[in-house]
């Protein structure tokens, strides 16, 4: 899809002015073996923006929920359609000087209970949580939810799973979108890493307005 700068600028001003933008790194640059989403635990307001910077490996973001980690909600809850970003291979873009990133807009504030389907990643505390509310129930904490992927028997495709047929609908779930921003942009956005970016202090970084704009 093409834009224009004059297009993405407005559509980078129309956001500005609400939204934030969380970023996650998945795996890192400096550490090709980290199996981990950097920060893990983020809160979130209903409408802001969480942007997966897929960084490095063959990894994805798929949601279960608290008691279930690594399977897929939509195994769990009848009509769910729970977010998957794909395989994100970051070898096959790195060549073009992209990295590929998932874009998600937060439905709720309810905790969403994230994990990497690939390989026993998911086991391996490739985890994480938006809106983790351990006031409402102290058991379910980030924690709790990583040593409970750590027992998992399977870590699940979302793609090769049997929808449920029963279940709570009540979870919250959500969409994404993917794209792909330049390396050099990636690495100056990491230094926001652990708080909420907005989007105007990213003025400049057409790329990341383009990929806001497809939403
Ligand atoms: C990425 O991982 C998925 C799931 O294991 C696999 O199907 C796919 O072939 C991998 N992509 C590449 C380019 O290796
Ligand atoms: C779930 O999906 C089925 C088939 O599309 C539909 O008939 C049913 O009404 C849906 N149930 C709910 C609770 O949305
Ligand atoms: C708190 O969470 C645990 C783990 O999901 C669950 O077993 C328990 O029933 C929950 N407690 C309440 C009061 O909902
Ligand atoms: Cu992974």
Known sequence: MYFSTSVITTALLGLASAQNVHVVSVSSTTDKTLLAFT???IKAAAG????FQFLNGNHSVVQSNFDNP???IQALVKNATGMFSGYMD???????GMIPTYTMEVANDKPLWLYCSQGKHCQSGMVMVVNENTAANASRSLDAFKALAAKATANLDPSKITPASGGDSTDGTTGGTTSSIPTASASAIAQGLGSAVSVSAWTGLLSIAAALAML
């Not at 802001?48 to 942007?51: C, F, S, V």
């Not at 970051?90 to 073009?96: D, Q």
């Open 39 to 41: 920060p893990n635990n």
């Open 48 to 51: 802001d923006m969480i942007q």
């Open 70 to 72: 690594c399977t897929p």
């Open 90 to 96: 970051v070898a096959a873009s790195e060549a073009t």
